[in-house]
C-alpha cells in the first residue's frame, strides 16, 4: 500500500511538473508589473529599458503626452540624445485576443529606426501552451530595423503598394494583427511628437456665410456641440450618480456657432486674437475630475485631453489656453470648468473630422495596478458650414475587413463547406431511405467526403480546430473587454461557432462532433482506415457499463476547466491541453514537447482500435455542446418496437443506444446508422416481419412512412354501380 | 412499457392543457420559479431554508449592483445556486421539455437533463443579467 502511495504520488508530481513547465516557460503570461509602470515618471527605474536601446548610458524621466523617455549615451563632447524609448500601454490601449493588451517596450533611434522591442507582459492563452512564446519575440523582432513611418501589414510584402509584409504566427493571427497596430500607432505618436515624421497639412476648412445664432439645444442637435462623458466605473471605480467627467465642447472658428456660443463681441474678440490657420475650441465640464487636472503648473502641458485627428495628436500648453467666461447660447447648461484651447499646429484642418480626447488612468480593482486608458469623442463640422460640403474620406478598412477581404476565396468556400454539410444533413431522410444495411454509401460518400474536408481543409490548412479554450477566451472577453473586431478578425472560427451554436439547438451536437470537428474526424477515419487494412479483428468497443461510466469523466473535465477558469486563466489554459488540438493541428505533433506529443499520438494511435475514444470520453468541448444538445429540436427517430429490439444499438458506435432502445441525444454523434435501419425492409425487425407478412399474403408493399412503418393498406369498400351505368 | 421515442417516459406537466398566453406565462414561471406548491407544503423547512438561499443570491446581486462584488464572486454564486436549483428542481418539477421550444411535449428529468437544463438557463439569465448590469454600469468590472 505504501508503495502504490509513493507511486501514485511520484506520478502526480511528474505530472504537475509537466504541466507546470510550460508556465515557467513563458516568463512574459501574465507576468506581474509594478503597479506604477504606467505614471511613475522614471519608467526606467522599473523596466529594462537599455534592453530595447542598445548602447544608451542614460535614460530620462517619462515626458511628453504620450509618454516616451529619452536615451543618451556619454560621448566625448557630452551626453547625446541616441533614441526614445516608450510603453506600448502609454500610448494605445488596443486589446489582443485575451482581451487585455500585450504590454510591448519599444526602442526608436532618432530616425525613427525601431531598435529594440520586448514584450513585458501578455495574456494570450495560445502563447502559453499552444504556441511556444519565443513566436511572439519572433514576431516583434521582425520590426527591428524598420522605419515606424512605414506601411506594414501581416502577410505577403506588397511593393507595388508600399507595404512591407511581416510573418504572422500560424494560430495566432488575432494576436499579431492586434500587435502589429500596437506597434505601428505607437511608433508613429512618438516620431510625430518628437518631430521625426511630419504630417503633411490638410487643406483649411472654407466657412459658409451662415451666421444665424443658435440655441443651445440647436447646437447639440446639429453636431456642433457633442459631449463626451466618462463614468467612474469606466476607470475602475465605484460607481456614483454623478459622472467622473463630462464635458461638452465645440469648434469656435465657425462663425455662427462661435457668435452663438461666445456672442457677437466674444467671438470677434477671440478670432483677433488666432493667426491664420489657427484654431479654438470650447470646453465646458462637470463631474468630479477636472480636465485641467489639479496637478498643473505654467510651463506646462494639460495632460488629460488632447486633440487627435488620423494618426496627429495635439496637446495643449499653457500659452494655448484661455478664460471661457461665459456661454451666450440659450439654454446652455450650467459647468464647473471651462476653457478655450487654441491648435496652433496648420497640420489640423477642421474639414475633417477630429476628436476630442480625454486620457485617464484605469484602477484594476484586483491587483491595484493602473493601465492607461483613453475616451474620446469625434467632432466634425457639420456640412452646412462648409463650402462645398464635408470633403469624402476614403477611411482604411480595419484589419478585420483587411482579413476578411484578403482570404475572401478561402471564406467562401468554408462558407459552402458548412451549408454543404447543413444541406446534405437536412436532407439526411432521403439519404438514408437510399441507403440500406449492407450498403451506406448515399449516407457515407457526404460523411467520408466532410471528414476529409473537415481534417485537410478545416484543420491542417485553415487551423479552423474548435476548441474550448476559445470558450473560455469569450467567457473573459465578456468580463474584460468585448471587441467583436477581435472575434472577427479569425473569420473561420469566427463562422464556425455561429455555425456551431445553430446546429446545436436544431439538431444537436452530433453535427459537429460527428461530420465536421477536424480532430473527430481524422478520429474516426483512422479507425475506418484501421479496419480496412485488415485490423478490424483487434478494434472492439468498451462494454456498455463501462461506457457508461466513463462517458461522463468528459463533462468533469469540462466542469473542472470551467471551476478553474474562474481564478485563473492561466491555470486553465493548462488543463485544456487535454485538447490534443493544438499539438495536431495548429502546432504540429512533432514540433512541440514530447509529453504533447506522446499525449496527442497515444489517442490517434488509440483511435485505429477504439472508434472515437477522445471524443467519447474525454472531449471537454463535446461536453459543452453535449449539455444545450438535450434541448436540440429535430432528433433522430424511433419505433416501439426498439425497446425489445437490439439491432441498431449492437452498430452503435458511440454507444448511445440504452437497454431499452432509447437514444442519447448528448452521445449521439448522428452517424446516421440506425436511421439507415429504421427505414430498411430487410435490417428492421418489425419492418422485415411486415414484409414478410405481406409477401405471403400477397399484399403489396407500399412505402415507408415518416413514422418508419409501411403506409398501411385500407382497403375500400367496392362502391355500388351507379345511375349512370344503367 | 418503455417508450423508446422519447429519451425519458413522458410527463404532462400541471399547465400542460393551457391556452397559449397562459402557457407561455406558465412557462416563463416554470423557469424563474423551481419550487412547486405540492413540494412547498410537504417540506417547509427546507423550502425555508432554500428561500434563504435565494434570498442570499438575491443579496449578492443587489450588493453586485452596488460595485461591492467582482466578477467571480457572482459567478461563483451562479455556480452554487444553479447545483441548489438543480437539487429543488429534481424534487419538485422534475420535468424537462423535449423537441422544439414552441411544442408541449415534455419528459421526465434524468439528473444530467436537469444540469444540462438548470446550467443552460442560468447562464442565459446570468449573462443577461450581467450585460445589462454592466452596460447601465452597476458593475464594475
Redesign the interface.
Known amino acids: 500500500m505504501k508503495r502504490i502511495l509513493t507511486l501514485l504520488r511520484a506520478v502526480l508530481a511528474a505530472t504537475t511538473l509537466v504541466l507546470v513547465a510550460p508556465l515557467a516557460m513563458a516568463a512574459a503570461y501574465e507576468a506581474p508589473l509594478p503597479a506604477e509602470i504606467g505614471t511613475a515618471p522614471d519608467l526606467c527605474a522599473m523596466v529594462a529599458c537599455h534592453e530595447v536601446m542598445p548602447g544608451a548610458d542614460s535614460f530620462s524621466e517619462r515626458m511628453g503626452r504620450p509618454a516616451y523617455v529619452e536615451a543618451y549615451r556619454d560621448g566625448e563632447q557630452g551626453r547625446e540624445l541616441i533614441g526614445y524609448v516608450f510603453l506600448s500601454t502609454d500610448i494605445v490601449d488596443i486589446p489582443a485576443y485575451s482581451g487585455k493588451p500585450v504590454v510591448t517596450l519599444i526602442g526608436m533611434d532618432t530616425q525613427g529606426i525601431i531598435v529594440g522591442t520586448r514584450i513585458l507582459r501578455h495574456s494570450e492563452p495560445i502563447l502559453l501552451l499552444g504556441i511556444p512564446e519565443e513566436e511572439l519575440t519572433k514576431f516583434v523582432n521582425q520590426y527591428l530595423g524598420k522605419f515606424v513611418g512605414d506601411k506594414i501589414e501581416i502577410g505577403k510584402s506588397r511593393p507595388d503598394a508600399g507595404y512591407i509584409g511581416l510573418d504572422a504566427i500560424t494560430g495566432a493571427t488575432v494576436t499579431v494583427i492586434a500587435q502589429n497596430q500596437v506597434m505601428l500607432r505607437s511608433g508613429v505618436a512618438i516620431a510625430r511628437q518628437v518631430g521625426i515624421l511630419k504630417s503633411d497639412p490638410k487643406p483649411q476648412a472654407r466657412f459658409t456665410d451662415v451666421h444665424e445664432l443658435r440655441s443651445w439645444e440647436e447646437l447639440v442637435r446639429e453636431g456642433s456641440v457633442r459631449r463626451l462623458t466618462v463614468?467612474p466605473?469606466?476607470l475602475?471605480?465605484?460607481?456614483a450618480n454623478e459622472p467622473y467627467i463630462e464635458m461638452y465642447f465645440g469648434y469656435l472658428n465657425v462663425p455662427a456657432v462661435g457668435k452663438s456660443l461666445l456672442g457677437m463681441s466674444g467671438h470677434e474678440r477671440l478670432m483677433s486674437r488666432l493667426e491664420p490657420n489657427e484654431h479654438a475650441i470650447f470646453i465646458i465640464a462637470n463631474g468630479v475630475d477636472s480636465f485641467k487636472g489639479s496637478g498643473f503648473v505654467r510651463g506646462g502641458i494639460y495632460d488629460r485631453i488632447q486633440v487627435a485627428q488620423d494618426m496627429d495628436t495635439f496637446t495643449f500648453r499653457d500659452m494655448d489656453y484661455y478664460n471661457l467666461w461665459g456661454l451666450e447660447a440659450e439654454g446652455a447648461p450650467g459647468y464647473r470648468e471651462s476653457g478655450i484651447f487654441i491648435i496652433r499646429d496648420p497640420v489640423f484642418s477642421a474639414a475633417y473630422p477630429w476628436s476630442l480626447v480625454y486620457l485617464g488612468n484605469k484602477l484594476d480593482?484586483?491587483t491595484g495596478e493602473r493601465s492607461f486608458v483613453s475616451f474620446d469623442q469625434e467632432y466634425w463640422v457639420p456640412a452646412h458650414y462648409l463650402e462645398g460640403g464635408r470633403p469624402t474620406i476614403i477611411k482604411p478598412d480595419p484589419p478585420w475587413v483587411r482579413v476578411w477581404k484578403m482570404r475572401a476565396v478561402e471564406i467562401g468556400l468554408f462558407t459552402a463547406f458548412l451549408l454543404a454539410v447543413a444541406t446534405v444533413y437536412a436532407n439526411r431522410n432521403r439519404l438514408t431511405r437510399m441507403s440500406n444495411r449492407k450498403n451506406k454509401w448515399p449516407v457515407n460518400a457526404f460523411k467520408y467526403s466532410f471528414w476529409v474536408i473537415s481534417v485537410g481543409f478545416v484543420g491542417f490548412y485553415l487551423l479552423a480546430q474548435p476548441s474550448i479554450t476559445q470558450v473560455l477566451t469569450w467567457f473573459h472577453a465578456?468580463?474584460?473587454q468585448w471587441k467583436w473586431e477581435l472575434f472577427l478578425t479569425d473569420p473561420f472560427i469566427f463562422l464556425f461557432w455561429i455555425f456551431i451554436i445553430v446546429t446545436v439547438f436544431v439538431w444537436g451536437r452530433g453535427l459537429f462532433c460527428g461530420w465536421m470537428c477536424p480532430f473527430g474526424s481524422l478520429s474516426e477515419l483512422l479507425y475506418k482506415i484501421g479496419g480496412a487494412v485488415g485490423l478490424k479483428r483487434f478494434q472492439f468497443k468498451l462494454s456498455k457499463p463501462w461506457h457508461d461510466r466513463l462517458k461522463w469523466v468528459k463533462?468533469g473535465v469540462f466542469f473542472v476547466l470551467l471551476?478553474v477558469s474562474?481564478?485563473s486563466m492561466g491555470l486553465a489554459e493548462v488543463l485544456s491541453e487535454v485538447e490534443p488540438f493544438k499539438t495536431t493541428f495548429l502546432v504540429g505533433l512533432f514540433s512541440r514537447t514530447w509529453p504533447y506529443t506522446l499525449f496527442a499520438a497515444g489517442l490517434l494511435a488509440l483511435s485505429i482500435f477504439i472508434e472515437r475514444p477522445f471524443c467519447k470520453y474525454l472531449c471537454p468541448l463535446g461536453a459543452a455542446l453535449?449539455?444545450?444538445s438535450?434541448?436540440r429540436?429535430?432528433?433522430l427517430?424511433?419505433?416501439?418496437e426498439?425497446?425489445s429490439c437490439k439491432a441498431c444499438a449492437v452498430g452503435c458506435g458511440s454507444l448511445a443506444i440504452d437497454k431499452?432502445?432509447?437514444?442519447?441525444?448528448?452521445e449521439c454523434l448522428l452517424c446516421l446508422d440506425c436511421m439507415v435501419y429504421y427505414t430498411d425492409t430487410h435490417a428492421c425487425p418489425p419492418l422485415a416481419k411486415e414484409r414478410k407478412r405481406r409477401l405471403k399474403a400477397g399484399l403489396p408493399l407500399t412505402p415507408i412512412g415518416a413514422n418508419g412503418y409501411y403506409i398501411p393498406i385500407h382497403p375500400e369498400p367496392m362502391r355500388p354501380a351507379t345511375a349512370g351505368k344503367s | 412499457?418503455?417508450?423508446?421515442?422519447?429519451?425519458?417516459d413522458p410527463i404532462e406537466p400541471p399547465y400542460a392543457g393551457y391556452s397559449l398566453p397562459a402557457m407561455v406565462l406558465a412557462e416563463i414561471w416554470h423557469h424563474l420559479w423551481p419550487w412547486c406548491h405540492g413540494g412547498f407544503q410537504r417540506k417547509r423547512a427546507l423550502v425555508a431554508a432554500e428561500v434563504a438561499v435565494a434570498l442570499a443570491v438575491t443579496l449578492i446581486w443587489v450588493l453586485a449592483a452596488?460595485?461591492r462584488l467582482?466578477?467571480?464572486a457572482i459567478?461563483?454564486w451562479w455556480?452554487g445556486w444553479s447545483v441548489f436549483e438543480v437539487m429543488i428542481r429534481m424534487q419538485s418539477k422534475p420535468y424537462?421539455?423535449e423537441?422544439?421550444?414552441w411544442g408541449r411535449q415534455y419528459r421526465k428529468a434524468s439528473l444530467?437533463?436537469m444540469?444540462?437544463?438548470v446550467?443552460?438557463k442560468n447562464l442565459l439569465i446570468g449573462?443577461a443579467l450581467?450585460?445589462a448590469l454592466k452596460s447601465m454600469?452597476?458593475?464594475?468590472?
Open positions: 463614468r466605473e469606466q475602475g471605480l465605484p460607481r480593482r484586483n465578456l468580463l474584460f463533462y471551476a474562474m481564478f453535449a449539455m444545450p438535450t434541448f429540436w429535430y432528433g427517430k424511433r419505433k416501439q426498439c425497446d431499452d432502445g432509447r437514444i442519447d441525444q448528448r | 412499457m418503455v417508450d423508446p421515442r422519447m429519451p425519458t452596488l460595485g467582482d466578477a467571480a459567478i461563483g455556480f424537462v421539455k423537441g422544439p421550444w444530467m437533463d444540469i444540462s437544463y446550467s443552460f449573462a450581467f450585460l454600469g452597476l458593475l464594475v468590472l
